[in-house]
T-cell receptor, first 115, second 114 residues
């Protein structure tokens, strides 16, 4: 049982390049999330997926696209990377209860630098 | 706009001391989470609270819904407790669907010296 996995762990891009961050979970969770973490700021939600085939924008979606390929996988794509997207990216998943509360399980993070 | 404020931002203490980290938030919530981020970067969920108090080992978390305040306590602190502790809330407005996720505080950087 690997939990939440993310690839790659590190990436350096040049401005304008594109890339996809991969995330997978093996806990049969419905909900998956992409966050970014910047120095001096709390984690911020980029996109959210409540189930396969559905996605919603979070607090900072500009410059990103997502795809919920199936229940296990949720990918984050940067079409044209910018230096402002230099950050640590975390994927998380959760199993929502009927009361709407849940524990989120986080992946190890991807450290992205855009030059 | 929901704000989550943590205090202190940084805390250095000696091994064995009793540690308290505070979290205040500004909107109604369905749950509050305490998370731990290790120096290597991994994030682990410690507690999820909607009322009262929870205890796990040397860690205790309390919440006062009326005052919109939560505390995380560490008893008999140890150098291995050194980490960033993050408070996060799930606002009530998200409980029905739509863009969902937690709102996070900036974290409290805790160092326990031997």
């Amino acid at each position: 049982n690997a939990g939440v996995t993310q690839t790659p762990k590190f990436q350096v891009l040049k401005t304008g390049q594109s890339m996809t961050l991969q995330c997978a979970q093996d806990m049969n969770h419905n909900s998956m999330y992409w966050y970014r973490q910047d120095p001096g700021m709390g984690l911020r939600l980029i996109y959210y997926s409540a189930s396969e085939g559905t996605t919603d924008k979070g607090e900072v979606p500009n410059g990103y696209n997502v795809s919920r390929l199936n229940k296990r996988e949720f990918s984050l794509r940067l079409e044209s990377a910018a230096p402002s997207q230099t950050s640590v990216y975390f994927c998380a998943s959760s199993s929502r209860t009927s009361g709407g509360t849940d524990t989120q399980y986080f992946g190890p993070g991807t450290r992205l630098t855009v030059l | 706009k929901n704000e989550v404020e943590q205090s202190p931002q940084n805390l250095t203490a000696q091994e064995g001391e009793f540690i308290t980290i505070n979290c205040s938030y500004s909107v109604g919530i369905s749950a509050l989470h305490w998370l731990q981020q290790h120096p290597g970067g991994g994030i682990v969920s410690l507690f999820m609270l909607s009322s009262g108090k929870k205890k796990h080992g040397r860690l205790i978390a309390t919440i006062n819904i009326q005052e919109k305040h939560s505390s995380l306590h560490i008893t008999a602190s140890h150098p291995r407790d050194s980490a960033v502790y993050i408070c996060a809330v799930r606002p009530l407005m998200y409980s029905g669907g739509g863009a969902d996720g937690l709102t996070f505080g900036k974290g409290t950087h805790l160092i326990i010296q031997p």
